[in-house]
């Protein structure tokens, strides 16, 4: 049985085909189009999933969406009338925009299906998932767990901000949420507005920004913003808020509360912006431990799955899992909206079809999450060649020889290999590459190659079977998305003076044996590679162990700020030109900036809308 899941209209597009339970392949619409967080119907995602299976529309048996738009224009229609009349202006150019566009969904979907496949029963085998529901479904289902507590969180979906839900074998059963408008992602999404980050996307940010700042902030938020229960229940005070009718996420009260208007994108960041973040990130640390404690009491598995937007905050996900309330913790790659598209077709699969779920053993079902295209050699030397690019082909071991040595040497590396990922990680298919032990990388890195904010931690991948040697963590962590402390035996204690220093001051200060990946709390986003899921990878990075001692590598996205990460090989030739790398590695082709032509360099500091 063959069933293709779809996410679209709000943001981060998405397809995914589950064939007989397996996950064949998944991708974002942003890869295709080069248009970030692209919302629009993912018909170029839908195209790759159907030509990896080597499939046309005609042979999917069904076709699943990822929520009900119906029930969400009932939230809209329901929350105006609640709050009328305040909230007009919203209204009225949110309504015009659901009758033509968003409440007829399921009329679109048909129409832009009926162009591939005209024949096919519509009306029958498209299906509709509630949009926790497909988080859940995203979460547990390839998870490596007979059973667990599913728990989702996100800005909001049809109603629900927040679900909980139990699994067991191919059975998923939703239990509790918390309703609209109270919402622990939009709350955080109210300070990433109001430390002038863009909503939807600036989060992480906000995120990194944290540990520069002190939570000076987190009392007045749980007495003024949320009334935060003992089990993790909360309910928001609207009153600080604009955006369940307004244009804004806060409003004048929230301004007074905080002394002062919300900062401007590219304004100076000052230590209240600081401040702030690491005010946010706290309270949210606060519910996600309440809540997951509430549960742990209640479970028998000892298992926790996640997803959803707040998912992604891998630094209160390491909170999680060194609290031990639950023993094991899986999250979701691709969390948010995407990930979505993978939910429904599994909710439609095993929920709807009650088709059987089969574990694999203690590995997940997401294939390192490497779902998207590859490209054959012969078809990476052709795309190059039409580029322009001057390049040399080496054998495998070749290839890891030579980039391990220019790694060692201190060169920053595009490496493009294999199938891309599917979610918001780079996972060492579509990265850019760098030694972390050289202090002024991370500084290179954000300014010279992907030019963004120099505050931006970047993280580390490491071989699995050495991460306890230098992180506080001995467990899987492939997909980024849990953060712990550099080992005490690799860290740097700072001098008085550097104690001293404020903010991003402290950046520059080498606070390990890696600086490139230790943030200034000594923290790392982790990402464990492992030669079962991406055995390339992990042998540039015992290449580079037996060469330096070191088996960690900084890895970042290959992409600039506000560019979607490069998909096609064409992609990684262009940033390359348009950046500061040194060498870049697609497939066994090895390219050094030093051989391109120079008329094509590329501009590419100010080519995307910032992020």
Known sequence: MRVLGV??????????????????????????????????YPANAIDYCLSAADISLGDVD????????????????????AFAPRGFKSFSMAIP?????????????????????????????????????????????????ENATVLTMDGVGEWAT?????????????????????????????????????????EYKVMGLAPYGEPKYRDLILDKLIDLKDDGSFRLNLDYFDYCTGLRMTNSRFDELFEGAARQPEELLTPKHMDLAASIQAVTEEVMLRLTRALAAESDSGNLCLAGGVALNCVANGKVLRDGAFKNIWVQPAAGDAGGALGAA????????????????????????????????????????????????????????????????????????????????????????GDPRTPSMQKTLNLKVKYRESFRPFAPSVLREDVADWFDI?????????????????????TNDEEALFGIDKLNVARSDIPAVTHVDYSARI???????????????????????CPVLVNTSFNVRGEPIVCTPEDAFRCFMGTELDVLAVGNCILRKADQDPALKRDYKDAFELD
């Open 62 to 81: 069904f076709v699943a969406f990822y929520d009900k738009p119906f029930l969400k224009f009932e939230r809209l229609l329901e929350t105006y009338t």
């Open 346 to 433: 599994l909710t439609a699969y095993h929920g709807f079809q009650n088709q059987p779920r089969h574990l694999n053993g203690s590995i997940d079902a997401m294939a390192g999450s490497y779902l998207g295209p590859t490209y054959s050699q012969e078809d990476i030397e052709r795309r190059l060649l039409a580029e322009g690019a001057k390049f040399n082909v080496v054998s495998e071991s070749d290839l890891i020889d030579q980039v391990a040595g220019a790694l060692a040497n201190d060169h920053a590396i595009g490496w493009f290999q294999g199938r891309m990922e599917f979610g918001p990680r780079a996972l060492g298919g579509r990265s850019i590459l």
């Open 162 to 202: 927040a679900s909980v839900a139990q699994g067991a074998g191919n059975a998923l059963a939703m239990t509790r949420e918390i309703h609209w408008p109270h919402s622990l992602g939009l709350l955080y999404s109210a300070f990433t507005y109001y430390t002038g980050f863009r909503v939807n996307s600036g």
């Open 527 to 549: 990402q464990t590679v492992h030669a079962e899921t991406n055995p390339r990878y992990h042998a540039l990075i015992s290449a580079f162990k037996t060469r330096t001692g």
């Open 7 to 40: 996410s679209a209209f709000y943001h981060d597009s998405a397809a995914a085909l589950v064939e007989d339970g397996k996950i064949t392949a998944a991708a974002q619409e942003e890869r295709f189009t080069r248009r970030k967080h692209d919302s629009d």
């Open 474 to 494: 001995d467990t899987d962590s492939p997909y980024m998305l849990m953060v712990a402390d550099v080992a005490s035996e690799r860290q740097r204690k700072m």
């Open 97 to 145: 925009v659901w009758i033509k566009e968003k409440l007829f969904q399921k009329s679109m979907l048909i129409r832009k299906l009926n162009e591939q496949a005209p024949d096919y029963d519509w009306e029958t085998r498209l299906l509709f998932a509630e949009h926790h529901q497909s988080h859940a479904a995203s979460a547990f289902f390839p998870s490596p767990f």
